[in-house]
Structure formats: C-alpha cells, structure tokens
C-alpha cells in the first residue's frame, strides 16, 4: 500500500506531462486532469470498501473457527484435545486438527454464477436442451404429423416409483430408531448384569438394521423387476443409510465406551440425530453452522434444475446413445467396431457425468441444504481445474471423500500405524471401487465390472503416477483427455451389455453364467 504522498507526486507528474502538450489538444487538456482527480477519488473509495469488506469477512471467518473451537471443546471427564506424542495409550478418536470443520460458506458454482463469463456457459448447457428439444419436436412433426414427445426411457427409468419410496419407509425408520436406540443402551450406567444386557440388546438391534438395509431393497428390486431410477433411488438411500449409521455409532461410541464404569452418559439428542439423517454431509454432529433463513426461491429453483438435467440425460440418452448400441449387439464383433463406439460414446458420456454432478452434487445437495439452513455448502471443489488424478478424486464429491478420509483413511492409519499410508490410502479405493460396483450392478441388474477395473486398477494407478507435484496446464489436459475416454468405456460396455443382456438371455440361471457378461458372446 502507497503512502498518499506518492499519489499525489503522480498526479503532479501526469499534470506536468499534459502541459508539454501541443496547444492544438488544448480540449483534452482541459478536461484530463478533472477526469483524473475524479478517476482517483473513485479508486481511492473503492479501495476502501474493497478493504472494509474483506475485514468483514476475515472477522466472521474468525468468529466462525472459535465458535467451531467452543463446539468442538471435550465434556468434562473427557479426553484433552492435546495428546502427548508419547503417550502409550491409543485413542479412536482422530486429532482435533484431522477433524472436519464445518463453518458456513457458499457453493462454489453459486459464486462462479455472479461472473457473466461464467453464466454465459451455463446458458449454453441451457440452449443444448433447447436445441434437443426442438429436434425432438422437429422429427415428430415430420415423421408422424404431430406432437409425440416420446418420454418413453424415463417413464420405463422411473417405472414402479411408488413401490421404491415404500420401501424406503421402513429402511428410514431402522435407521432412524436402531442406532440411535442402541447406543442409549450402551450409555447406561454400568452396573451389574443390566448393562451387559442392555448392551446384548443394542447389537440385536444394530445386526436387525443392518439386515434390513440389507437384504430388503436388494429383495424389493429383484422380486419386482425395479427399472433402473427406481432401483438408483433403493441403492442410494441403503447406502447412504448405512453411511450415517456409521456416522453417528463412530462419533457418539468412543465417548460412551471410555467413561468410568458405574458411570452413565447424556447421550445425543434424538433432534441432532434426526436433523443428521436429512441434511447433506456424512459426518455427525450434534451441532452445524447454520443460516438465518430459508430462502424458498431458491430452493424452487435447485429443484427445477435438477429436474431439467434428468430430462437432458433422457434426450442424450435417446438421441446419443440408443440409436447407436441399440442393434449392435446383433452385428458380428471387430475390433474397430469397438474402438468406434467408445470414441462415439465420449460425447454423451462426459456429458452425463457433468449432468451427475450439476444436478446431484450442486442443485439437489443445496436444495437440501437450504431447506434445512445448513451452513456448509462446501459439497465439491473446482474438481475441474485439477491437474492430477488424486487432487480429483479429493475435490470431485467432499461428501463422500470427507467420509472415506474419516472413516477408513485415518482410522485405518490407527490400526495399522502412521507407517502404512500406502495401505490405508490403497483400502480407500478398495471400498469405494466395491460400493461404485455394487451401486452400478444394483442399478443395471447385471455384473460386468468395468466401473471395479477403471476405478480400483487405472484409477489406483493414475493416483499415484499423476500426483500433486504435476501442476502445468498440460496435466489438466490429460487428466480431461483420460476423463473423456473413461466415461466413453464405461457408456459404451454398459450400453452393450444392456442390450445384448435382453437379446440374449441365459439359456439357464448359473453362477458363472450371471458374472459373465453376454456382449462378450451375444455377436450373431
């Protein structure tokens, strides 16, 4: 920051060169150094808004993290946050810096969306809609003479919806009663044989609510021939059901289990609990940032997108994709056919993997979160600016990565000591490429395990040969390049697969028969 001294020395400078001038630019004379004055007593104002602004918020930022502090601070009788590093006794519970702070801040796409340049690529995605939906009306109009607009892939997608919402009823109410039951059992003082009891009773319950995630929506979507939406929304609520169960059991049960015996706790409030099952994070806590108020147009508004990118997934689907996977299942194999398809697929598949993220992780995430005042919006970073594949998978869903790093990452570095980070970090990806797989044989009906080979194998891989220290704009280029081809792999076996699943079925219902896929032998 300049003294005013040197401004003013300015000023005089940029007067004395305007007097030098020729007398025939004796009008720009007169009129620059007012205009000049004028200019710099405009950026001098603006200077300090722009300075009283960011000591606003600096100050609520501040606020924020002693408030998260106060929260955050043990009950008495309760462990210190500070442990000393030779302590011989090991504790469950991560250090307090490991810990996710939640304060309160905006999407990131949100404040991306106050920048015209940035809008105006979103209205772009808005007219590629527009664009589909006028050809769609074009070809029903020349090829029929009249108004079609064949919705059919989304009413067969969400066919049998109110079977699937349901069966979520008594999935949410195991979830909402068991955990929260169970661990009111394990609180209680312990004395004499009640408690053992008790906490007999509270792995009952918890081995039930396991169960009944289960096994009830796999039986409800087998037995019913669920479409895959229907089947999405089982998948999605079991296993983000079980997700927070986890949640809440690993937060709440250390503290439970290291009180002194005959002593009994106040476990959480069933409101907090309650409040946790809704709102947009997976990790527990009794308490959240939150905002003044609900603003309910934008709530509308997160809604109505996210319902416009289910639609555009439909269109892409329909005009992208069916016309090209539709019969090949009946052609003779080659090579090039194959290498043809997957290119051709790269299109509609990065397309649909923008569609995901815009709709999921941005409007119905916000949605939710705005309903229930919750704070922290952080639910991705700028995923697409990164230029290694581990910075991707860190900032592409921090809902899930929060809960993966918490869960698995640290407390595996527990178990198996600070040494073995190359192993934790190795059973990250395991689970998450197990659960990408379940969730896509889930929705699909079939194994084929692309999505286990491109996450666990070539993801692994690229995790740790495209590390942090790659930070040129060309990294950021391969990573997209890779991104492009991966989703096109995955669009074009799965589509195949889906065809040739119903143009060739199973002669007979064997186990090797159901973990082999037909497109490998459906060709005629």
């Excluded at 064949?150 to 999935?171: H, K």
């Excluded at 609900?294 to 329909?318: D, E, M, P, S, T």
Aim: aromatic residues 14%; glycine residues 6%.
């Amino acid at each position: 920051m300049e003294p005013r001294g040197v401004h003013l020395r300015r000023r005089e400078g940029l007067g004395g060169e305007q007097e030098h001038q020729p007398l025939g630019e004796g009008s720009t004379e007169t009129h620059g150094a007012p205009d000049l004055v004028q200019w710099t007593r405009h950026m001098e104002a603006m200077k300090t808004q722009l300075l009283e602004q960011a000591q606003g918020q600096l100050t609520e930022m501040l606020d924020r993290a002693v408030w998260e502090a106060v929260q955050s601070y043990p009950p008495q009788g309760g462990p210190l946050p500070s442990i000393p590093p030779d302590s011989l006794s090991k504790t469950p519970e991560p250090a307090l810096g490991k810990r996710k702070v939640f304060i309160i801040r905006k999407s990131l796409l949100d404040e991306l969306m106050e920048v015209q340049h940035f809008r105006t690529i979103y209205h772009m995605f808005i007219a590629g809609l527009c664009v589909f939906i006028i050809s769609t009306v074009a070809i029903d109009f020349i090829d029929e003479g009249r108004l079609l607009l064949e919705l059919d892939l989304l009413i067969f997608s969400f066919g049998q919806l109110p079977l699937a919402l349901v069966t979520w009823v008594p999935m949410f109410l195991s979830t909402l009663l068991a955990p929260y039951q169970a661990l009111r059992l394990w609180a209680r003082p312990r004395e004499g044989g009640a408690w053992i009891l008790g906490a007999g009773l509270g792995c009952a319950l918890l081995a039930a609510h396991i169960a009944m995630l289960g096994v009830l929506p796999l039986h409800v979507a087998v037995e019913r021939q669920l479409p895959p939406a229907s089947r999405c929304i089982l998948v999605f609520e079991q296993v983000r059901l079980l997700m927070k169960s986890y949640s809440f059991l690993r937060e709440a049960v250390p503290g439970t289990l290291h009180t002194r015996g005959g002593e009994g706790i106040q476990a959480p409030s069933f409101s907090s609990y309650l409040y946790f099952l809704f709102c947009p994070t997976l990790i527990y806590r009794e308490a959240y940032p939150r905002t003044p108020h609900i603003r309910w147009n934008y709530v509308a508004k997160n809604f109505a997108q996210a319902l416009g990118c289910v639609l555009y997934a439909c269109f892409i689907l329909c005009r992208l994709c069916v016309p090209v996977f539709a019969n090949m299942s009946r052609e003779p194999f080659s090579t090039r056919t194959l290498v043809l398809s997957v290119l051709h697929a790269t299109l509609p598949g990065i397309l649909m993997l923008l569609l995901i993220f815009f709709a999921f992780l941005h409007c119905w995430l916000n949605a939710f979160a705005e309903m229930l005042r919750f704070g922290d919006r952080m639910f991705y970073r700028d995923w697409w600016n990164s230029t290694s594949f581990s910075n991707y998978y860190r900032t592409w869903n921090v809902v899930v990565h929060d809960w993966l790093y918490s869960y698995v990452y640290q407390d595996g570095l527990w178990l198996v000591g600070r040494q073995a980070r190359g192993a934790a970090m190795l059973s990250v990806f395991l689970v998450s490429a197990v659960v990408h797989e379940y969730i896509f044989c889930f929705v699909l009906g079939f194994f084929y395990p692309v999505m286990l080979m491109l996450f666990l194998v070539f993801g692994g891989l690229l995790n740790f040969m495209m590390h942090d220290q790659h930070t040129g704009p060309a990294w950021n280029v391969v990573m997209w390049t890779l991104l492009f081809l991966g989703q096109g792999i995955q669009v074009s076996l799965y589509c195949q697969e889906w065809y040739a699943q119903r143009h060739c079925p199973p002669p007979q219902t064997t186990f090797w028969r159901l973990v082999t896929p037909r497109s490998w032998s459906c060709h005629t």
